[in-house]
Nanobody, 115 residues
Framework: QVQLVESGGGLVQAGGSLRLSCAASRNIRTADAMGWYRQTPGNQRDLVASITTGGQTNYVGSVKGRFTISRDNAKNTVYLQMESLKPEDTAVYYC?????????WGKGTLVTVSS
C-alpha cells in the first residue's frame, strides 16, 4: 500500500500563485509516473499534469505555461507550482502515483481562486 498526502491548497486571488505538494510513503523512483488531477463538483477527475520517472512532463492545454510539475526523488515528493491562477482553476487537486502493479490516489487538497 502507498499513501499519498497532498498539501498546499487554499484560497488565493486570481493572478496569484500556489505550490501543491504530494508526499509519498514509498520510493517514487519505482513509479512509472506521478500526476496531478483535479475535479469539480459533478465532473470527472481530469489530468492536469504528469511527470514520468525519466522526467518527461505532460500538461493539459489550459495550464500550459502557468503550471509546472516537478519531483524530488530524495524526498519522495511531487510538486505542482501554479502561477497566474484563474477562477476556473478552482477544484480539488489530487495526486496519483502510477506503480507497475496499480495506481494510488491521495485524498486531495482544495484550491479556490477568487475573482
Amino acid at each position: 500500500q502507498v499513501q499519498l498526502v497532498e498539501s498546499g491548497g487554499g484560497l488565493v486571488q486570481a493572478g496569484g500563485s500556489l505550490r501543491l505538494s504530494c508526499a509519498a510513503s514509498r520510493n517514487i523512483r519505482t513509479a512509472d509516473a506521478m500526476g496531478w488531477y483535479r475535479q469539480t463538483p459533478g465532473n470527472q477527475r481530469d489530468l492536469v499534469a504528469s511527470i514520468t520517472t525519466g522526467g518527461q512532463t505532460n500538461y493539459v492545454g489550459s495550464v500550459k505555461g502557468r503550471f509546472t510539475i516537478s519531483r524530488d526523488n530524495a524526498k519522495n515528493t511531487v510538486y505542482l507550482q501554479m502561477e497566474s491562477l484563474k477562477p476556473e482553476d478552482t477544484a480539488v487537486y489530487y495526486c496519483r502515483a502510477d506503480f507497475p502493479w496499480r495506481n494510488f490516489w491521495g485524498k486531495g487538497t482544495l484550491v479556490t481562486v477568487s475573482s
